[in-house]
Nanobody, 128 residues
Framework: QLQLVESGGGLVQPGGSLRLSCTGEGFTSEDYAVGWFLQAPGKKREWVSSITSGDDIPKYGDTVKGRFTVSRDRAKNTVYLQMNDLKPEDTGLYYC?????????????????????WGQGTQVTVSS
């Protein structure tokens, strides 16, 4: 059974940092594109970042570019989202998602429909 397990959320002050983890269980994540989405209260699920299948190229939404970094540790089958300079508008439930497996590298998605498997979400609250 393929599962994604997220961790790392919490309460942080504006300007602070958090690192989210997304660990794959039951599959090897390197053949999958992995994305991160934010669902703020009352809003649609918004794409934050992705890492491509095979070659691990990072992709970012405009609102997080320069502040967030996505990476993959293949030995741990885990994708990370390092979030720096957090702002109150970054508050919400963060989901990781996986799409694939893909035979080719450089595949990634930016909409929920691009991803088949989803984690349970981890709450991030940015507040003073």
């Amino acid at each position: 059974q393929l599962q994604l397990v997220e961790s790392g959320g919490g309460l942080v002050q504006p300007g602070g940092s958090l690192r989210l983890s997304c660990t794959g269980e039951g599959f090897t994540s390197e053949d999958y594109a992995v994305g991160w989405f934010l669902q703020a209260p009352g809003k649609k699920r918004e794409w934050v970042s992705s890492i491509t299948s095979g070659d691990d190229i990072p992709k970012y939404g405009d609102t997080v570019k320069g502040r967030f970094t996505v990476s993959r540790d293949r030995a741990k089958n885990t994708v990370y989202l390092q979030m720096n300079d957090l702002k109150p508008e970054d508050t919400g439930l963060y989901y990781c998602a996986a799409g694939g497996p893909y035979r080719f590298a450089a595949v990634y998605g930016t909409t929920p429909d691009d991803f088949r498997y989803w984690g349970q979400g981890t709450q991030v609250t940015v507040s003073s």
